[in-house]
């Protein structure tokens, strides 16, 4: 019922920018959590940065705090993912993901089985 489109990949040279974009439609929640998380090949994925569902708190990966910036515009209905100072080990596929909360939650933010609701990713490729 909901459908998730990421845009903005691409190839980009260590040390440059990328904002990706993740445009949710079909289906409004009053009480919706949204977040990015990423996969390398081999790798299993993992958690980069989300919205709690009251959109009130924001978390970040260890690994990208103070490089990247999640964002949202609720009249667009589109979370976006600044990227900035991008390493080699930042590339990978980027999900964008959501869930809905309806009165309890049993999970966590950081995981992937939390997420009901995923796009099926942009190619993120940072070069030396």
């Known amino acids: 019922q909901v459908q998730l489109v990421e845009s903005g990949g691409g190839l980009v040279q260590a040390g440059g920018s990328l904002r990706l974009s993740c445009a949710a439609s079909?289906?409004?929640?009053?009480?919706?959590?949204m977040g990015w998380f990423r996969q390398a090949p081999g790798k299993e994925r993992e958690f980069v940065a989300g919205f709690s569902w009251s959109g009130r708190n924001i978390y970040y990966a260890d690994s990208v705090k103070g490089r990247f910036t999640i964002s949202r515009d609720n009249a667009k209905n589109t979370v976006y993912l600044q990227m900035n100072s991008l390493k080699s080990d930042d590339t990978a596929v980027y999900f964008c993901?959501?869930?809905?909360?309806?009165?309890?939650?049993?999970?966590?933010?950081?995981?992937?089985?939390?997420?009901?609701?995923w796009g099926q990713g942009t190619q993120v490729t940072v070069s030396s």
């Open positions: 993901a959501a869930f809905t909360y309806r009165g309890y939650f049993s999970g966590s933010y950081y995981l992937p089985d939390s997420y009901d609701y």
């Open positions: 079909g289906s409004t929640f009053s009480r919706t959590a």
